[in-house]
């Protein structure tokens, strides 16, 4: 229930229904910290953030925002880290800081990397080249995927010959 609201908010929030998408995302924010469901958590304050973004309240952004570093970098929760700095470097580009906006926007372009493409978070990563782009600067040198790097999968049968029949015969 609490993931469908999320998206609830974040589609409104897409469509630009401002106030379905403040009432969708409070209501995610306040389920995800009444049973500790931090990953539905982080998407809502960085939903939020960007709502107060686009109202022009920058500092209750940045305030929202606040909550969200310590955990996404205390869990496994990139993804959402990458949003938060891309909103956040939306935040300072309004702001007129330029210099918090290229860090903010460095941060969101390493996180959303990943482990390069095709291995990266692909919206995540465009948003960050964009707000890199706007601020005419370079993207930072990554590197590209390296499959050398991982151990390759296993191969497994799933139902190796005469399987199927030790099951027909109830064994």
Same mark, same amino acid.
């Given at each position: 229930?609490?993931? !469908?609201?999320?998206? @609830?908010?974040?589609?409104?929030?897409?469509?630009?229904?401002?106030?379905?998408?403040?009432?969708? *995302?409070?209501?995610?924010? !306040?389920?995800?910290?009444?049973?500790?469901?931090?990953?539905?958590?982080?998407?809502? *304050?960085?939903? *939020?953030?960007?709502?107060?973004? =686009?109202?022009? $309240?920058?500092?209750?952004? =940045?305030?929202?925002?606040?909550?969200?570093?310590?955990?996404?970098?205390?869990?496994? &929760?990139?993804? &959402?880290?990458?949003?938060?700095?891309?909103?956040?470097? @939306?935040?300072?580009?309004?702001?007129? $800081?330029?210099?918090?906006?290229?860090?903010?926007?460095?941060?969101?372009?390493?996180?959303?990397?990943? $482990?390069?493409?095709?291995?990266?978070?692909?919206?995540?990563? @465009?948003?960050?080249?964009?707000?890199?782009?706007?601020?005419?600067?370079?993207?930072?040198?990554?590197?590209? &995927?390296?499959?050398?790097?991982?151990?390759?999968?296993? @191969?497994?049968?799933?139902?190796?010959?005469?399987?199927?029949?030790?099951? $027909?015969?109830?064994?």
């Amino acid at each position: 229930m609490i993931l !469908s609201v999320r998206l @609830q908010g974040e589609a409104a929030l897409g469509l630009g229904d401002v106030s379905t998408a403040e009432e969708r *995302l409070h209501h995610t924010l !306040s389920r995800a910290r009444t049973v500790n469901l931090v990953e539905e958590e982080l998407p809502a *304050l960085v939903g *939020l953030a960007e709502l107060r973004r =686009r109202r022009g $309240d920058l500092k209750a952004a =940045r305030e929202l925002l606040d909550d969200v570093w310590e955990p996404a970098e205390r869990g496994p &929760f990139r993804l &959402f880290h990458a949003d938060a700095y891309n909103v956040l470097a @939306q935040i300072e580009r309004d702001a007129g $800081d330029r210099e918090a906006a290229i860090k903010a926007a460095m941060a969101a372009y390493r996180l959303a990397w990943c $482990d390069g493409p095709p291995f990266a978070y692909h919206r995540g990563l @465009q948003v960050a080249k964009a707000h890199l782009a706007a601020l005419g600067v370079p993207e930072p040198a990554m590197l590209p &995927f390296d499959e050398s790097r991982y151990e390759p999968m296993p @191969q497994v049968e799933i139902e190796p010959p005469g399987e199927e029949d030790a099951d $027909d015969q109830g064994l």
